[in-house]
């Protein structure tokens, strides 16, 4: 069982920058595959950022690439969210999940995901 509590959402101004973190707990933190995922109202949740195990690799949606850093620290159990250049359109409710896996792929679809955080509000304003 992993549970999942993010962190760092708020309000910023178009431009800015969020970090947002994610804390797992148990021990099989390093034997999952990471992923952001969002919300906007009135839309269906999409992915935004992945990495895998090790954390070696990344992948991300097109409307991040660029702007958006995912990390992880395998040693704190926490993985982050870096979000730079925000845009109105980044509005959403955040969401941390977790893939217990044995692969070192990254994860964009959500069936591969096993567990998800609660979420935690960003709001970018114009």
């Known amino acids: 069982q992993v549970q999942l509590v993010e962190s760092g959402g708020g309000l910023?101004?178009?431009?800015?920058?969020?970090?947002?973190?994610?804390?797992?707990?148990g021990r099989t933190?390093?034997?999952?595959?990471?992923?952001?995922?969002?919300?906007?109202?009135?839309?269906?949740?999409?992915?935004?950022?992945?990495i895998n195990r090790g954390g070696g690799s990344t992948y991300y949606a097109d409307s991040v690439k660029g702007r958006f850093t995912i990390a992880r620290d395998n040693a704190k159990n926490t993985v982050f969210?870096?979000?730079?250049?925000?845009?109105?359109e980044d509005t959403a409710v955040y969401y941390?999940?977790?893939?217990?896996?044995?692969?070192?792929?990254?994860?964009?679809?959500?069936?591969?995901y096993d567990y998800w955080g609660q979420g935690t509000q960003v709001t970018v304003s114009s």
């Open 29 to 50: 933190f390093s034997s999952c595959a990471m992923g952001w995922f969002r919300q906007a109202p009135g839309k269906e949740r999409e992915f935004v950022a992945g």
């Open 96 to 112: 941390c999940a977790a893939a217990l896996t044995q692969r070192t792929a990254v994860f964009v679809s959500q069936r591969n």
């Open 12 to 25: 910023v101004q178009a431009g800015g920058s969020l970090r947002l973190s994610c804390a797992a707990s």
């Open 81 to 88: 969210l870096q979000m730079n250049s925000l845009k109105p």
